[in-house]
């Protein structure tokens, strides 16, 4: 009798699960919201159930460019690839895309078997129950520069999460008033204002200028004294790059 027989028809069907993995990468700083400068192993999953203006990684929400390109991995060969970067990395965020999309149940419980810690990235619209078990959910809403519209049923049930944090990216200041309002409606959630960055448009010295100009808001802003207002440290460090 082989291995493969004696395994049960749910654990056949649960390791034969593939998933569209556009890019393992890491280990890096992570560069944004609660996690910024923890060092992590990313996993960044194909597909999106948004399409924002400015989105930084459209390689992974663009369907016909997700169907040619990602790979489709079992847990296995996810946990496989993240050991041969680095077995030590404590933390593996799981971004997208956005991955939420995904069942990944399974390659949670496989990653805390493992040691790992767990962070998600997502804008808070489909809601798994998976993510209940990792250490830190980054939601992050989506602002009216991004020509996506919030719905707060979903974003509630979001940041009813005891591991969850909030984090807006600001453009503009229609965008920071958008921010001012997430902030307000949930005070109890750590929230974080994060400078935007148009791919290929802006140098340090302008990243740089934005920041004081969100962070000169959010001080003169008595309803903001609980922001924490950061850079997209990824980018400073490493440029708009992939695998970083």
Known sequence: MTSTETLTPKKRV??????????IFGPVLQGEGRMIGAQTLFVRFGYCDYKCRWCDSLYAVTPEVVHEHAERLTVDEI?????????????VTLSGGNPAIHDLAALVERLHAEGR???????????????RACEVITVSPK???????????????????PNANL??????EADYAYARDIHLR?????????VGNPVGEDDTATLLAKLDWLGSLALADPA?????????????????????
């Open 14 to 23: 649960s390791q034969a699960r593939t998933f569209p993995v556009v890019e």
């Open 79 to 91: 946990a496989a690839r993240l050991r041969a970067l680095n077995p030590h990395t404590p933390w």
């Open 167 to 172: 984090k807006v990216v600001v453009f503009d």
């Open 224 to 244: 903001m004294g609980g922001a924490i207002v950061l850079p997209q440290l990824h980018v400073l460090l490493y440029g708009n790059r992939r695998g970083v």
């Open 117 to 131: 810690k767990i962070a998600v990235e997502t804008q808070g619209t489909v809601f798994r129950e998976w993510l």
């Open 186 to 194: 949930y005070p109890h959630v750590p929230f974080y204002l994060q």
């Open 143 to 161: 602002p009216p520069s991004s020509g996506m519209m919030t719905n707060y049923i979903q974003l509630d049930r979001f940041a009813a999460l």
